[in-house]
Nanobody, 120 residues
C-alpha cells in the first residue's frame, strides 16, 4: 500500500520554527519529493523539492533562505525545516512524490494527507 505520511505541523508564533516530516511506504530513491502548500482560497503552490538521486534541491522564492528540504534515504523520509516563519506561511502542507521534478502539482503521483501549519 503506497503511502506518504506527513507529521510535524502545528501552531507557532512568527519568527519561530517547525520541522515537517514525510515518511514514505516505498523506496523514494530516484524520485522527486516535494512539499506543496495550500491556504484557504488559494492555489496549491510548491515550496521546496528534492531529487533523491542527486540530492539537488529547489526552492520557491518566497521561502528561499528560510526553508530547507532534506532527505534520509535509509528511512525513505523527507524533511522540511522551516525557520523564520511568517503569518503568510500559514497553510496546509502536503508531501508529494513523482518521477520527475516540477513545480506543477499534477506531475506528482503520490500525495500525503497534509499537515496544518499556522503562524500567528
Amino acid at each position: 500500500h503506497v503511502q506518504l505520511v506527513e507529521s510535524g505541523g502545528g501552531s507557532v508564533q512568527a519568527g519561530g520554527s517547525l520541522r515537517l516530516s514525510c515518511a514514505a511506504s516505498f523506496s523514494t530513491n530516484l524520485w522527486s519529493m516535494a512539499w506543496f502548500r495550500q491556504a484557504p482560497g488559494q492555489e496549491r503552490e510548491g515550496v521546496a523539492r528534492i531529487y533523491t538521486g542527486s540530492g539537488n534541491t529547489y526552492y520557491a522564492d518566497s521561502v528561499k533562505g528560510r526553508f530547507t528540504i532534506s532527505q534520509d534515504n535509509a528511512k525513505n523520509t523527507v524533511y522540511l525545516q522551516m525557520n523564520s516563519l511568517k503569518p503568510e506561511d500559514t497553510a496546509m502542507y502536503y508531501c508529494a512524490a513523482g518521477p520527475g521534478g516540477s513545480w506543477y502539482w499534477g506531475a506528482y503521483t503520490y500525495w500525503g494527507q497534509g499537515t496544518q501549519v499556522t503562524v500567528s
